[in-house]
Every structure is written in C-alpha cells, then in structure tokens.
Nanobody, 119 residues
C-alpha cells in the first residue's frame, strides 16, 4: 500500500502561483504513473496532470502552459507548480498513483489539499 500526503495548498490571488507537493511512502520510481486530480465546487473530479517513470507528462487542456508536474525520485515526491492561477482553478487537489499512463487506473489517493484562488 502507498500513502500519499499532499501539501502546499492555500489562498492565493488570481495571477499568483502555488506549488503543491505529494510525498509518497514508497519508492515512486517503481510506480508506473503519478499525477494530480482536482475537484471544484459542484464539479466532478478531473485529472489535471500526470507523469510516468520515463518523465513523460500529460496535462488537461485547461492548465496547459500554466501548470508543470515534476517528480524527484530521490525524495519520493511529486510536485505541481501552478502559475497564472485563475478563480476557476479553485478546488481540492488530490495526488494519485497508479498505472497506464496518463494514469488511467488510480490505485491510491491522497486526502487532498485545498487551493482557493480569489479574484
């Protein structure tokens, strides 16, 4: 079993930046794919970004050019750098690990971290 703990959420003004971190309890190099999902108020959970062991990345159209996912295998941590934030980015962000890049199957979820973007 893999435990995922997110951090870095908070309140930021539109146009600002935040970096989310996801610390894993296992060696992430052994994990096929990891990524970030989000669920905004009244919305379904959606995949935001994912990264596989080779370092290939995939992004939702709504965040392309603004968000960057990366991984540090030595620290067993995945990051999500979020720039040019918009009010519609407000959501609970969940770290996920699983299989079949771009993370078609999620095996484990973190508990989430709240990101609020004010206008």
């Amino acid at each position: 079993q893999v435990q995922l703990v997110e951090s870095g959420g908070g309140l930021v003004q539109a146009g600002g930046s935040l970096r989310l971190s996801c610390a894993a309890s296992a060696n992430i190099f052994s994990i096929d794919a990891m990524g970030w999902y989000r669920q905004g108020p009244g919305k379904q959970r959606e995949r935001v970004a994912s990264i596989n062991r080779a370092g290939n990345t995939n992004y939702a159209d709504s965040v392309k050019g603004r968000f960057t996912i990366s991984r540090d295998n030595a620290k067993n941590t995945v990051y999500l750098q979020m720039n040019s934030l918009k009010p519609e980015d407000t959501a609970v962000y969940y770290c996920a690990s699983g299989r079949y890049y771009p993370l078609s199957v999620v095996d484990y979820w973190g508990k989430g971290t709240l990101v609020t973007v004010s206008s």
